[in-house]
């Protein structure tokens, strides 16, 4: 009988520290995926603005569009020229510069002919 009570006072103690066991598993697991969607945003934001940069370095590079004042953002791939060029033609010949950066899925022209 002793054998019986002291199974018994053991089962007692055992349930509930493996359910609260399994609560800190749930916890890390919570934890894990916040840190991989953080991660995950800031890997994107990290290659917007590696994108944005190579736009920017190309389109100043160009002799074309030197007298132009043409800012360059990127939000998800997609690149935005906001600012002036002297012509549409310009407009557009940047647009395409834009197009040719490797990672660049589309491009937002807002561009204005001054």
């Known amino acids: ?3 019986v009570k ?15 066991i399994a609560a800190c598993g ?3 697991s919570d934890a894990r995926h916040e840190q991989a969607e953080y991660l995950s945003d800031r890997g994107e934001y990290l290659e917007d603005a590696a994108l944005t940069s190579k736009v920017a370095a190309v389109i100043t590079d160009d002799r074309m569009l030197a007298n ?3 800012h360059v953002r990127t939000y998800g791939n997609t690149v935005h020229l ?7 033609s310009d407009a557009i010949h940047a647009e395409d510069l834009a197009l040719e950066v490797p990672g660049v899925r589309r491009v937002d022209n807002d561009l204005f002919v001054q």
């Open 68 to 70: 132009s004042k043409i």
């Open 1 to 3: 009988m002793n054998t």
């Open 6 to 20: 002291r199974n018994l006072i053991l089962a007692c103690a055992i349930i509930p520290m493996s359910f609260g």
């Open 26 to 28: 749930s916890s890390y």
């Open 82 to 88: 906001t600012g002036y060029v002297n012509s549409r």
